[in-house]
């Protein structure tokens, strides 16, 4: 009998319980650190976003300053030179001889990783305060997370 005793291997209760309670404390301390790597990605998209969509402003601004100036374009007194709206961006835009075709400066509108409510982007004209939450309509001229979220370095998101 002492012979079918010793050959028999396995846990017992104890040492599972004791297996099971060091893998809950490891979890425990991983998801906090799982939760700031996602959010943190997050920013890093957010930031992205932001920066491809100014830039693409700015390159627009400068297209219509340069066809204004080399008098490819007829222009108003109040026009300023900025997009009417986003999607101008991804459409592209005629610049007479300068670019005789309609240039594209998005393939697309990214979107705002923080966006829930899929509201879009917050816009400013260049009429408007440039701590404004409210857009002109005019034109655009930047253009914000409307998240009401707080980053990690406790900025909210909306004035980056």
Same mark, same amino acid.
């Not at 008098?71 to 005789?100: A, Q």
């Given at each position: =009998? /002492? ?8 846990? @017992?209760?104890?040492?599972? &319980?004791?297996? =099971?309670?060091? =893998?809950? +404390? =490891?979890?425990?301390? +991983? ?10 990605? *997050?920013? &890093?998209?957010?930031?992205? /976003?932001?920066?491809?969509?100014? @830039?693409? &402003?700015?390159?627009? *601004? ?9 008098? *490819?374009?007829? @222009?108003?007194? #109040?026009?300023?030179?900025? %997009? ?8 592209? *835009? ?30 400013? /004209? ?10 002109? !309509? #005019?034109? $655009? ?7 009401? !979220? $707080?980053?990690?370095? !406790? @900025? %909210?998101?909306?004035?980056?």
């Amino acid at each position: =009998m /002492s012979r079918f005793l010793c050959c028999e291997r396995g846990l @017992t209760l104890i040492e599972m &319980i004791i297996a =099971m309670a060091i =893998m809950a +404390i =490891m979890a425990s301390a +991983i998801v906090p650190l799982a939760e700031v790597t996602v959010k943190r990605t *997050k920013e &890093i998209e957010l930031q992205r /976003s932001l920066r491809e969509i100014r @830039t693409a &402003i700015d390159n627009y *601004k400068a297209d219509y300053d340069k066809a204004k100036e080399q008098k *490819k374009i007829i @222009t108003s007194i #109040d026009e300023t030179g900025y %997009p009417e709206s986003l999607e101008i961006l991804v459409e592209g *835009k005629e610049w007479g001889d300068l670019y005789p075709f309609p240039r594209r400066y998005l393939r697309r509108i990214p979107r705002d990783p923080f966006d829930r409510y899929d509201e879009g982007w917050g816009m400013r /004209s260049a009429k408007d305060d440039p701590d404004s939450f409210s857009w002109g !309509g #005019d034109d $655009v001229f930047d253009v914000y997370s409307q998240s009401d !979220g $707080v980053a990690l370095d !406790g @900025t %909210p998101y909306n004035t980056w």
